[in-house]
């Protein structure tokens, strides 16, 4: 089991640019959600997915799209990044019991 | 609505002095509650988890947790701090009743001291 992971660990954008962090788990779990996190903010829900083909809004989803085509991939997209979108991006999934596993992260800087 | 308040941003101790960082939490059901660690430019580890069976939980690393209903709180507790305890550590609440979600405390800076 790879667990959750995330491409890419890194990335630098320019002010207008769109792209897509990509997260994918092999752990079959229905719950699947993004956060990001800033310092002393801990971390703040993004967008969350229920199942496939099924998305919602979290706390901050401004700016953000998401998608949930199966059951293992759940990519976020920025439709046109800002530098307030410079932070770190972690894609989570769970089961039932409500445990949370990450993945490694998603460094983004907006420039 | 569910909310998590980490009572302290940091917490300094000495290398085998007692840990003890707290966690207040509000939700309109009965709630899951986790304890996660996050060392530098690290991801999230789960440390331990209440989710209705005993209130008192025991974790990795010598990590415990006491589930105090009447509190509404869920501080985390070790005997004696290790260098290698300094980290980020947060506080989870998770309500079934709010579709799953997740709300995380702001987190609480653990520095142990030689």
């Known amino acids: 089991n790879a667990g959750v992971t995330q491409t890419p660990k890194f990335q630098v954008l320019k002010t207008g640019q769109s792209m897509t962090l990509q997260c994918a788990q092999d752990?079959?779990?229905?719950?699947m959600s993004w956060y990001r996190q800033d310092p002393g903010m801990g971390l703040r829900l993004i967008h969350y997915s229920v199942g496939a083909g099924i998305t919602d809004q979290g706390e901050v989803p401004n700016g953000y799209n998401v998608s949930r085509s199966t059951t293992e991939d759940f990519p976020l997209r920025l439709l046109s990044a800002a530098p307030s979108q410079t932070s770190v991006y972690f894609c989570?999934?769970?089961?039932?019991?409500?445990?949370?596993?990450f993945g490694p992260g998603t460094r983004l800087t907006v420039t | 609505a569910q909310s998590v308040t980490q009572l302290d941003s940091h917490v300094s101790v000495s290398e085998g002095t007692p840990v003890l960082l707290r966690c207040n939490y509000s939700?309109?059901?009965?709630?899951?509650l986790f304890w996660y660690v996050q060392h530098p430019n690290k991801g999230l580890q789960l440390l331990l988890k209440?989710?209705?069976?005993?209130?008192l939980v025991k974790g990795i690393n010598g990590f415990e947790a006491e589930f105090k209903k009447s509190e509404t709180s869920f501080h985390l507790t070790k005997p004696s701090a290790h260098m290698s305890d300094a980290a980020e550590y947060f506080c989870?609440?998770?309500?079934?009743?709010?579709?799953?979600?997740?709300?995380f405390g702001d987190g609480t800076t653990l520095t142990v001291k030689p």
């Open positions: 989570a999934s769970k089961a039932g019991g409500w445990e949370q596993y």
């Open positions: 939700s309109s059901y009965s709630p899951s």
């Open positions: 989870v609440v998770s309500d079934r009743n709010n579709a799953g979600k997740s709300t």
């Open positions: 209440y989710t209705s069976a005993a209130t």
């Open positions: 752990m079959n779990h229905e719950y």
